[in-house]
């Protein structure tokens, strides 16, 4: 299984950004849950967001209402669209999937700057 983040860059506060998970390998992203994990240095790996299988969506409180998780099960791809960014949604976003995850990508850097 093979999970290839991507989309990540540096973005002024207030801007968007959307990061794109391509699955590979066998791994149905239709069957299974997915999500999207950040990590800001010195700080533990959260949960941003989460979609099931049954199409049942989880945020994280802080970006409630400015980011959306999707799929795309024929292309087997996860996105997370990112409006209304902040300083503090600085870091390194992985996405997931299992609902306790089982398989990680690498990792995308996202920097939003004040």
């Known amino acids: 299984v093979q999970l290839q983040a991507s989309g990540g860059g540096l973005v002024q506060a207030g801007g968007s950004l959307r990061l794109s998970c391509a699955a590979s390998?066998?791994?149905?992203?239709?069957?299974?849950?997915m999500g999207w994990y950040r990590q800001a240095p010195g700080t533990q790996r959260e949960l941003v967001a989460r979609i099931t299988s049954g199409g049942t969506t989880n945020y994280a409180d802080s970006v409630k209402g400015r980011f959306t998780i999707s799929r795309n099960n024929a292309e087997n791809t996860v996105y997370l669209q990112m409006n209304s960014l902040k300083p503090e949604d600085t870091g390194v976003y992985y996405c997931?999937?299992?609902?306790?995850?089982?398989?990680w990508g690498q990792g995308t850097q996202v920097t939003v700057s004040s």
């Open positions: 997931s999937a299992g609902f306790t995850p089982t398989y």
């Open positions: 390998g066998s791994i149905i992203i239709g069957i299974a849950t």
